[in-house]
Structure formats: C-alpha cells, structure tokens
C-alpha cells in the first residue's frame, strides 16, 4: 500500500504521538482524521483484545454538538427512533436518515442535559446536513463540531483499568449510560459503549491537551494488565455484527434494509424528516437485509470492494465485510442479502478475488 501523505485536511489526534510510540502499522482516513488499523498485526491485535485491555484512539469518532432549547425538536427530526423516553445520562444508538429514509449515518448520541446532546458519528460529513436542517427550520439551536475526542478502553479487563485511573464508582456505570468522572482536575464523560463485544468504555475526552496525560496514565496503571494501545479490529467486529457505515450499509440503505428495525419507532416518532417513506417501507417489509455470512475455505483476502453472492446463476446480495476468524475455524462476513436466499442455512457462491468460494447464510452472528 501506498503511504499516506500527512497534511492539514488530514488531522493527526490528542492521542497520535502514544499512537506512534507505540507502533502503529496501518491507518486509514476517517472523519478526515487518522484513524489505526493495525499494531501487531490483525490476528494479534485480535487476540490480545479477546484476552486483555486495549486502549484505543478513536478520536475519529467526531462529535456533533446540538444546543438550545430546540435541541429535542432537532435530534428527533435526525432520526426515525422514538426520543421522547431518552433522559440525561443515556446513550442512544440511533439511525440518522435522510428525507427518502436513506442512512446517513449510525452514530451514538449523548444526552448530557435537556437541551445538550452529543452526536457521535461513523464515517460522514453528517454536521453539515445537522447544520441544514436546524437552519432551514429555523430551529433555536446551535450545531457545532466541540473539541472532544473519544478515547476507548476495551476488553475483559477494562473495568479493572479504569477503575484504577478513574475509582472503583466507574464499575457502576450500566451499559449505553454514563457518568463524570474527575482526571487531573478536568471533568470527563464515561460511557459503558464501544466498537467491540469484549465490554470497556468510551471516554469523551474535552480539549487535546489533557489526552496524552490520559493515555500516559492509562498505560501506567495498566502495566500488569497487558494493556496495549489497539484499535477497532476487522476480525472480532465482524463475529459481532458491528456495522461499518460507508462498507455494509450507504445512503442507497434504510434501516431495516441495515437490520436496525428495532431502532425505528417511525408511527411515533413524529418530526422525522424521512418519517414518511420509512412508514412505506415498515408496511411492506425489505427486500434485502443484512445478513451474517460463513465463507468456507482458507481465508480469504481483504475485502475491499463488494463482492457478488450468486445463486443459480444470478446475483443475489454482496459480500461487502469479510475476514478469517481463529476462534470459529472459517472466514466471517456480513453481506447485503435479497430475501429470496436470507434464510439461515441457505448455500450461496461469493465471488472473492481469489475466485468463487461456497458459503452459507447463518441464523446470528458469532458473538
């Protein structure tokens, strides 16, 4: 792979020379920020992650911010899920669509008060079309980009290392809820979320100079824990079904088609700009949906482009994440599915690169 030119539209993180202590091999751009991909190598990042704690930079993780006394009007019109239970101190994972009920993007957002919420967003210029909406309705609001950048703490043992740099009270905070937590005198939000299945926290981090004093004190305490620095990985992402924004699903998807249903209250969730078309697609139901996909064989190679299931002849979904995984023995996937091959067990011919390999639609995914 070519290397990636460093530059001023390329912002580096609070977190990027711990990064770069610590080995980092691989990066790739998002949110116009560099974001790891790779330490060790994939597979062991991936055990390591299983096994023991990892501290990530996911600065990346941009955040919106949304202010005012029309910031419920606002969040509620972003997205097809019903807001009106959410209270301050929850965190939301929310479908943002657009006025055809396309996804622009799968955030995390943090009510902080009444009229104060955090976006958390994946992979897309997602402010400006916040920015739209407030200004063409009006909306007494402010939508702006803060300067906070999430810092992840991720696997079995993240609650013994967070509980060392920050008190055994963090152990308490339940799962998509949060607390403030002191660190050299600055307050900091804590969440029980992240972008693996292994447990940990996301530590919205306000103001780049306090994060390599973070990461420091991380590393510190967590000498005897095996904590290493990590990153989202590839391989234990897709044995959870954790969807990348921009690979498994776009703005050609809705949310249903993204198997996010259960996130969709569209009869209440009155104001949603894309309400009507997703009240259509609820009646009559997707004809393609997110499906976990086992690829037999050896492993196959990076997906970097969708690749054809085919059945009879004829294209029936993509591939469009894929990966070796050394704990189930068999290469993991998420495709795209048409509902005429979605059933569990259904055998299906992906095309790799590396020529068509047999497969089989399964009923979950792996973790």
């Given at each position: 792979m070519a290397l990636i030119s460093a530059s001023r539209r390329l912002r580096r993180t609070p977190f990027s020379d711990g990064v770069e202590a610590a080995g980092v091999k691989g990066y790739t751009v998002y949110n116009h920020m560099l974001l790891p991909t790779v330490f060790a190598s994939v597979q062991e990042d991936y055990r390591h992650l299983k096994d023991h704690v990892q501290v990530w930079d996911v600065a990346c993780e941009r955040q919106i911010e949304v202010r005012?006394?029309?910031?419920?009007?606002?969040?509620?019109?972003?997205?097809?899920?019903?807001?009106r239970g959410m209270l301050a101190g929850q965190c939301y994972y929310l479908p943002i669509v657009d006025e055809t009920?396309?996804?622009?993007?799968?955030?995390v957002a943090v009510k902080l008060s009444e009229d104060r919420y955090w976006i958390s967003i994946a992979d897309s210029d997602?402010?400006?079309?916040?920015?739209?909406?407030?200004?063409?309705?009006?909306?007494?609001?402010?939508?702006?980009?803060?300067?906070?950048?999430?810092?992840?703490?991720?696997?079995?043992?993240?609650?013994?290392?967070?509980?060392?740099?920050?008190?055994?009270?963090?152990?308490?905070?339940?799962?998509?809820?949060?607390?403030?937590?002191?660190?050299?005198?600055?307050?900091?939000?804590?969440?029980?979320?992240?972008?693996?299945?292994?447990?940990g926290f996301e530590i919205y981090v306000e103001g780049g100079d306090i994060g390599m004093p973070l990461w420091n004190a991380l590393f510190e305490a967590g000498r005897d824990l095996g904590v290493r620095?990590?990153?989202?990985?590839?391989?234990?992402?897709?044995?959870?079904?954790?969807?990348?924004?921009?690979?498994?699903?776009?703005?050609?998807?809705?949310?249903?088609?993204?198997?996010?249903?259960?996130f969709c209250s569209t009869?209440?969730?009155?104001?949603?700009?894309?309400?009507?078309?997703?009240?259509?697609?609820?009646?009559?139901?997707?004809?393609?949906?997110?499906?976990?996909?086992?690829?037999?064989?050896?492993?196959?190679?990076?997906?970097?482009?969708?690749?054809?299931?085919?059945?009879?002849?004829?294209?029936?979904?993509?591939?469009?994440?894929?990966?070796?995984?050394?704990?189930?023995?068999?290469?993991?996937?998420?495709?795209?599915?048409?509902?005429?091959h979605w059933d569990a067990g259904t055998e299906v011919v992906v095309t790799t690169p590396d020529g068509p390999r047999r497969a089989t639609v399964q009923e979950n995914f792996w973790i």
């Open positions: 005012g006394p029309d910031a419920a009007r606002l969040m509620q019109m972003l997205t097809p899920r019903d807001l009920g396309g996804m622009l993007n799968d955030p997602l402010l400006f079309w916040v920015k739209g909406i407030a200004y063409g309705y009006r909306l007494d609001v402010l939508v702006d980009e803060p300067d906070v950048s999430p810092l992840g703490v991720q696997g079995p043992k993240a609650d013994d290392l967070m509980a060392r740099v920050f008190g055994e009270a963090v152990r308490k905070v339940k799962f998509f809820r949060f607390g403030h937590f002191d660190f050299q005198g600055r307050d900091m939000v804590i969440a029980r979320s992240g972008y693996s299945k292994q447990g620095a990590g990153c989202p990985n590839l391989i234990e992402r897709i044995e959870g079904g954790l969807l990348s924004y921009g690979n498994d699903m776009t703005r050609d998807n809705t949310p249903h088609e993204a198997g996010l249903g259960r009869q209440v969730a009155i104001g949603c700009v894309g309400r009507d078309a997703l009240l259509r697609v609820a009646k009559e139901g997707p004809v393609k949906q997110i499906r976990p996909i086992a690829i037999h064989g050896d492993a196959v190679a990076p997906c970097d482009r969708s690749w054809p299931v085919v059945a009879d002849g004829k294209t029936v979904g993509q591939v469009t994440s894929a990966a070796w995984s050394p704990d189930f023995g068999t290469n993991v996937a998420i495709g795209m599915v048409k509902m005429t």
